[in-house]
């Protein structure tokens, strides 16, 4: 199983920034795709972005030229700089990896336990 930690979340004023971290530790072979999601009170968890181990990248709309998603993969880890926050943003972000065990395995997804991110206005 792996262990995803975040870190990074907080309060922040409206066109604010904060950069989210998750670190992947145990055991696996390899990890593909990571990624963020964000879930609002009352609302379901929605894809914020993704990333490939190799670096290709998938926003949604809604955070399209405010956030950056990347990964240090030496670190097994991946990042969102969030920047021109909007309260809208308020959210529990939640990171994902989808790691194999062997080469041969079919990937599965991890979630970490989430970061509190809320954004004034």
């Known amino acids: 199983q792996v262990q995803l930690v975040e870190s990074g979340g907080g309060l922040v004023q409206a066109g604010g920034s904060l950069r989210l971290s998750c670190a992947a530790s145990?055991?696996?072979?390899?990890?593909?795709?990571m990624g963020w999601y964000r879930q609002a009170p009352g609302k379901q968890r929605e894809l914020v972005a993704t990333?490939?181990?190799?670096?290709?990248?998938n926003y949604a709309d809604s955070v399209k030229g405010r956030f950056t998603i990347s990964r240090d993969n030496a670190k097994n880890t991946v990042y969102l700089q969030m920047t021109s926050l909007k309260p809208e943003d308020t959210a529990v972000y939640y990171c994902?990896?989808?790691?194999?065990?062997?080469?041969?395995?079919?990937?599965?997804?991890?979630w970490g336990q989430g970061t509190q991110v809320t954004v004034s206005s």
């Open positions: 145990g055991r696996f072979f390899s990890i593909n795709d």
């Open positions: 990333i490939s181990s190799g670096g290709s990248t």
């Open positions: 994902n990896a989808d790691r194999k065990l062997t080469y041969y395995s079919a990937p599965v997804r991890d």
